[in-house]
Protein backbone atom coordinates (compact mmCIF):
# COMPACT_ATOMS: atom_id res chain seq x y z
CA UNK A 1 0.00 0.00 0.00
CA UNK A 2 1.39 3.21 -0.91
CA UNK A 3 2.61 5.25 2.13
CA UNK A 4 0.32 8.86 2.77
CA UNK A 5 1.93 11.96 2.85
CA UNK A 6 0.99 11.99 6.97
CA UNK A 7 3.03 8.81 7.31
CA UNK A 8 6.44 10.09 5.23
CA UNK A 9 5.57 13.43 7.02
CA UNK A 10 6.01 12.02 10.70
CA UNK A 11 9.15 8.94 10.43
CA UNK A 12 11.98 10.98 11.67
CA UNK A 13 9.83 14.75 12.87
CA UNK A 14 9.59 14.09 16.60
CA UNK A 15 12.56 16.73 17.79
CA UNK A 16 11.80 19.17 15.13
CA UNK A 17 8.09 18.81 15.55
CA UNK A 18 8.60 20.12 18.63
CA UNK A 19 10.21 22.98 18.09
CA UNK A 20 7.53 23.83 15.25
CA UNK A 21 5.72 27.23 16.14
CA UNK A 22 2.16 25.73 16.42
CA UNK A 23 3.40 23.24 19.47
CA UNK A 24 4.21 26.15 21.34
CA UNK A 25 0.86 26.39 23.08
CA UNK A 26 0.85 23.66 25.53
CA UNK A 27 0.65 24.69 28.64
CA UNK A 28 -2.14 27.11 27.85
CA UNK A 29 -4.04 24.49 26.25
CA UNK A 30 -3.46 22.22 29.08
CA UNK A 31 -5.13 25.18 31.55
CA UNK A 32 -7.75 25.18 29.35
CA UNK A 33 -8.54 21.63 29.31
CA UNK A 34 -8.72 21.28 33.52
CA UNK A 35 -11.22 23.59 33.63
CA UNK A 36 -13.28 21.84 31.06
CA UNK A 37 -12.62 18.39 33.09
CA UNK A 38 -13.77 20.47 36.58
CA UNK A 39 -10.32 19.22 37.60
CA UNK A 40 -11.38 15.46 38.28
CA UNK A 41 -8.39 13.83 38.39
CA UNK A 42 -10.04 10.76 38.52
CA UNK A 43 -11.15 10.65 34.95
CA UNK A 44 -9.45 8.84 32.22
CA UNK A 45 -8.13 10.52 29.26
CA UNK A 46 -7.30 9.19 25.66
CA UNK A 47 -5.04 11.79 23.82
CA UNK A 48 -5.91 10.83 19.96
CA UNK A 49 -3.06 11.62 17.33
CA UNK A 50 -0.33 12.55 20.35
CA UNK A 51 2.59 13.09 18.56
CA UNK A 52 5.14 13.37 21.09
CA UNK A 53 2.91 13.45 23.86
CA UNK A 54 3.05 16.71 24.37
CA UNK A 55 -0.05 17.34 25.97
CA UNK A 56 -0.68 13.79 27.54
CA UNK A 57 2.77 14.50 29.29
CA UNK A 58 1.92 17.97 30.63
CA UNK A 59 -1.28 16.33 32.19
CA UNK A 60 0.33 13.74 33.73
CA UNK A 61 2.37 15.90 35.58
CA UNK A 62 -0.45 17.68 36.53
CA UNK A 63 -1.70 13.83 38.19
CA UNK A 64 -4.36 13.00 35.19
CA UNK A 65 -4.37 9.90 34.25
CA UNK A 66 -3.89 9.81 30.31
CA UNK A 67 -2.85 7.24 27.45
CA UNK A 68 -1.58 7.95 24.59
CA UNK A 69 -2.18 6.88 20.91
CA UNK A 70 -0.55 7.61 17.52
CA UNK A 71 0.10 6.30 14.22
CA UNK A 72 3.36 7.36 14.37
CA UNK A 73 6.35 4.57 15.83
CA UNK A 74 8.73 7.77 15.59
CA UNK A 75 6.71 10.04 17.30
CA UNK A 76 5.96 7.73 19.92
CA UNK A 77 9.31 6.65 20.50
CA UNK A 78 9.95 10.94 21.52
CA UNK A 79 7.06 10.94 23.65
CA UNK A 80 8.05 8.05 25.65
CA UNK A 81 11.57 9.86 25.55
CA UNK A 82 10.18 13.00 27.00
CA UNK A 83 8.10 10.58 29.41
CA UNK A 84 11.15 9.16 30.70
CA UNK A 85 13.26 12.01 31.37
CA UNK A 86 10.43 14.11 33.25
CA UNK A 87 10.09 10.48 35.52
CA UNK A 88 6.45 9.69 34.38
CA UNK A 89 5.03 6.77 33.86
CA UNK A 90 2.56 7.17 30.83
CA UNK A 91 0.84 4.49 28.62
CA UNK A 92 1.99 5.55 24.51
CA UNK A 93 0.26 2.72 21.96
CA UNK A 94 1.11 2.64 18.75
CA UNK A 95 -2.50 2.74 17.22
CA UNK A 96 -4.34 3.69 13.86
CA UNK A 97 -7.31 6.02 15.14
CA UNK A 98 -9.26 4.60 12.48
CA UNK A 99 -9.65 1.19 14.25
CA UNK A 100 -8.72 1.66 18.27
CA UNK A 101 -9.60 -1.52 20.59
CA UNK A 102 -11.36 0.57 23.36
CA UNK A 103 -14.76 0.11 24.28
CA UNK A 104 -16.29 2.19 26.75
CA UNK A 105 -12.34 2.56 28.66
CA UNK A 106 -12.19 6.62 29.14
CA UNK A 107 -14.36 9.01 30.22
CA UNK A 108 -12.83 11.87 27.94
CA UNK A 109 -11.06 12.11 25.02
CA UNK A 110 -8.90 14.69 23.42
CA UNK A 111 -7.50 15.52 19.85
CA UNK A 112 -5.54 18.57 19.21
CA UNK A 113 -3.64 20.25 16.49
CA UNK A 114 -5.64 18.07 14.50
CA UNK A 115 -4.07 14.53 15.78
CA UNK A 116 -4.65 13.00 12.33
CA UNK A 117 -8.72 13.95 11.96
CA UNK A 118 -8.89 16.03 8.70
CA UNK A 119 -5.20 14.40 7.63
CA UNK A 120 -7.26 11.28 6.19
CA UNK A 121 -7.20 10.73 2.59
CA UNK A 122 -10.92 10.20 2.69
CA UNK A 123 -14.00 12.29 4.54
CA UNK A 124 -14.93 8.36 5.50
CA UNK A 125 -11.58 7.79 7.44
CA UNK A 126 -11.92 10.96 8.87
CA UNK A 127 -15.56 10.05 9.86
CA UNK A 128 -13.90 6.76 11.24
CA UNK A 129 -11.77 8.69 13.03
CA UNK A 130 -14.87 10.14 14.98
CA UNK A 131 -16.14 6.89 15.04
CA UNK A 132 -13.45 4.98 16.75
CA UNK A 133 -12.84 7.84 19.47
CA UNK A 134 -16.69 7.42 20.60
CA UNK A 135 -16.73 4.09 20.77
CA UNK A 136 -13.70 4.36 23.30
CA UNK A 137 -15.64 6.49 25.34
CA UNK A 138 -17.97 5.78 28.28
CA UNK A 139 -21.78 6.66 28.05
CA UNK A 140 -21.21 9.80 29.59
CA UNK A 141 -18.12 11.78 28.15
CA UNK A 142 -17.10 14.88 26.71
CA UNK A 143 -14.69 14.78 23.75
CA UNK A 144 -12.47 18.25 23.03
CA UNK A 145 -10.64 18.32 19.88
CA UNK A 146 -9.46 21.14 17.08
CA UNK A 147 -9.87 21.02 12.93
CA UNK A 148 -9.20 23.26 10.45
CA UNK A 149 -12.18 25.76 9.41
CA UNK A 150 -13.72 25.61 6.46
CA UNK A 151 -15.04 29.16 7.09
CA UNK A 152 -11.00 30.90 6.64
CA UNK A 153 -9.91 29.41 3.15
CA UNK A 154 -13.54 31.78 2.01
CA UNK A 155 -12.06 34.67 2.87
CA UNK A 156 -8.49 34.20 2.94
CA UNK A 157 -5.47 32.98 1.11
CA UNK A 158 -3.81 29.78 3.00
CA UNK A 159 -0.93 30.06 1.29
CA UNK A 160 -0.47 33.40 2.63
CA UNK A 161 -1.21 32.64 6.28
CA UNK A 162 0.88 29.68 6.29
CA UNK A 163 3.88 31.68 4.64
CA UNK A 164 3.15 34.21 7.51
CA UNK A 165 2.92 31.91 10.91
CA UNK A 166 5.60 29.45 9.53
CA UNK A 167 8.38 31.72 9.38
CA UNK A 168 10.98 29.88 11.24
CA UNK A 169 9.72 26.81 11.39
CA UNK A 170 11.26 23.66 9.81
CA UNK A 171 8.04 22.62 7.51
CA UNK A 172 7.23 25.24 4.38
CA UNK A 173 4.22 25.21 2.40
CA UNK A 174 3.93 26.43 -1.00
CA UNK A 175 1.45 25.82 -3.76
CA UNK A 176 -1.92 25.70 -2.05
CA UNK A 177 -4.85 25.18 -3.94
CA UNK A 178 -8.06 25.30 -1.61
CA UNK A 179 -10.80 22.89 -3.63
CA UNK A 180 -14.24 24.33 -3.21
CA UNK A 181 -15.89 21.55 -3.75
CA UNK A 182 -14.18 19.03 -1.59
CA UNK A 183 -12.91 21.78 1.00
CA UNK A 184 -9.24 20.35 0.90
CA UNK A 185 -6.18 22.20 0.55
CA UNK A 186 -3.54 20.97 -1.75
CA UNK A 187 -0.05 21.92 -1.16
CA UNK A 188 3.56 21.11 -1.31
CA UNK A 189 5.73 20.81 2.16
CA UNK A 190 8.85 20.69 2.32
CA UNK A 191 11.14 19.99 5.87
CA UNK A 192 14.36 18.81 6.77
CA UNK A 193 13.89 15.76 9.27
CA UNK A 194 15.54 14.85 12.43
CA UNK A 195 18.70 12.99 10.22
CA UNK A 196 18.99 16.30 8.27
CA UNK A 197 17.37 15.03 4.90
CA UNK A 198 14.90 17.34 3.05
CA UNK A 199 11.80 16.18 2.23
CA UNK A 200 8.94 17.27 -0.47
CA UNK A 201 5.59 15.84 0.07
CA UNK A 202 2.36 16.06 -1.82
CA UNK A 203 0.06 16.95 0.98
CA UNK A 204 -4.12 17.57 1.41
CA UNK A 205 -5.54 18.21 4.64
CA UNK A 206 -9.81 18.09 5.01
CA UNK A 207 -11.26 21.88 6.35
CA UNK A 208 -14.82 21.15 7.87
CA UNK A 209 -17.10 23.66 8.10
CA UNK A 210 -19.48 24.32 11.36
CA UNK A 211 -22.67 22.66 10.70
CA UNK A 212 -20.59 19.29 9.43
CA UNK A 213 -19.15 18.69 12.35
CA UNK A 214 -22.21 19.40 14.21
CA UNK A 215 -23.82 16.49 12.17
CA UNK A 216 -20.78 14.08 12.20
CA UNK A 217 -21.12 14.33 16.21
CA UNK A 218 -24.65 14.21 16.22
CA UNK A 219 -24.58 11.16 14.07
CA UNK A 220 -22.62 9.80 16.63
CA UNK A 221 -25.15 10.27 19.72
CA UNK A 222 -23.19 13.57 21.23
CA UNK A 223 -25.94 15.61 22.39
CA UNK A 224 -24.07 18.83 23.19
CA UNK A 225 -22.09 20.37 20.53
CA UNK A 226 -20.24 23.64 20.95
CA UNK A 227 -17.62 24.89 18.61
CA UNK A 228 -15.70 28.32 19.23
CA UNK A 229 -12.65 30.02 17.34
CA UNK A 230 -8.90 28.02 18.68
CA UNK A 231 -6.24 29.90 19.25
CA UNK A 232 -3.01 28.84 20.14
CA UNK A 233 -2.17 28.34 23.48
CA UNK A 234 -5.58 30.41 24.63
CA UNK A 235 -8.60 28.26 23.73
CA UNK A 236 -11.54 30.15 25.49
CA UNK A 237 -15.02 29.93 25.35
CA UNK A 238 -15.46 33.45 25.09
CA UNK A 239 -14.08 33.11 21.37
CA UNK A 240 -16.84 33.02 19.12
CA UNK A 241 -15.64 31.51 15.70
CA UNK A 242 -15.28 33.37 12.53
CA UNK A 243 -13.92 33.39 9.51
CA UNK A 244 -10.39 34.37 10.88
CA UNK A 245 -10.21 31.64 12.77
CA UNK A 246 -7.87 29.12 10.78
CA UNK A 247 -8.66 26.40 13.52
CA UNK A 248 -12.04 25.66 15.24
CA UNK A 249 -12.39 24.28 18.57
CA UNK A 250 -14.92 21.42 18.92
CA UNK A 251 -16.51 20.50 22.58
CA UNK A 252 -18.79 17.79 22.61
CA UNK A 253 -20.65 15.89 25.04
CA UNK A 254 -23.35 13.20 25.10
CA UNK A 255 -25.08 14.03 28.43
Given at each position: ?????Y??????Y???????S??????????F??????F??SL?IL???????RHS????????????????????R??K?KAK??????????????????N?D?D????????GF??M?T????????R?VT???K???????TT?????????S??KF???????????Y?????????F???N????????????T?D?????????????????L??KK????????????R?????????????I????
Amino acid sequence: MKEQWYESLFQDYGEAYDSESFTQGTLGECDFLEKELNFNKSLKILDVGCGTGRHSIELTKRGYNVTGIDLSESMLRRAKEKAKESNLDIEFLNYDARDLPFNNDFDAAIMLCEGGFSLMETDEMNYEILRNVTKSLKQKCKFIFTTLNGLFPLCHSVEKFMKESSQGDSATYSFNKFDMMTFRDHNITEFTDDSGNKKTLDSNERYYIPSEITWLLKSLGYKKIEIFGAKLGAFSRNDKLSTEDFEMLVIAETA
